[in-house]
């Protein structure tokens, strides 16, 4: 996720550190389409998955150490594969080792709890 900033200012009497104007304007996401097993980065933020007839997994990277890290992982095709969405090594996903998407436009929204991932929302 990357802020859109529309200005900056100096902060303080160090010129050379610069805040954001405005913490309250739109962030950009990043929008990636994947259709082969994917491992996740922290530069992924909404992933759309297209299946075909495929089991596609996208494994997360480890929780540890980017706690509140969220992603937005979609089904974006009507074919007969599924999205297996894998914790890296034992980290789990509201308790379960992985979590799946079977149909078109089911996604799931999860974070880093810096342990394990949570489910924010789905449908």
């Not at 759309?48 to 150490?65: D, F, H, K, Q, R």
């Amino acid at each position: 996720m990357k802020h859109a900033f529309s200005s900056a200012k100096a902060d303080g009497g160090d010129a050379t550190l610069v805040k954001p104007s405005d913490w309250n304007a739109f962030h950009i996401f990043d929008v990636q389409a994947v259709s082969t097993n994917t491992t996740l980065t922290t530069a992924h933020d909404i992933v759309e998955v297209t299946t075909g007839s495929s089991t596609i997994t996208l494994t997360l990277p480890t929780a540890v150490g980017i706690k509140g890290k969220p992603y937005t992982l979609k089904k974006v095709d009507s074919g007969t594969g599924s999205v297996l969405i894998d914790g890296a090594g034992t980290e789990t996903i509201e308790g379960l080792l992985n979590y799946s998407l079977v149909n078109q436009w089911q996604y799931v929204e999860i974070y880093s709890d810096n342990a394990n991932w949570k489910i924010k929302g789905n449908n």
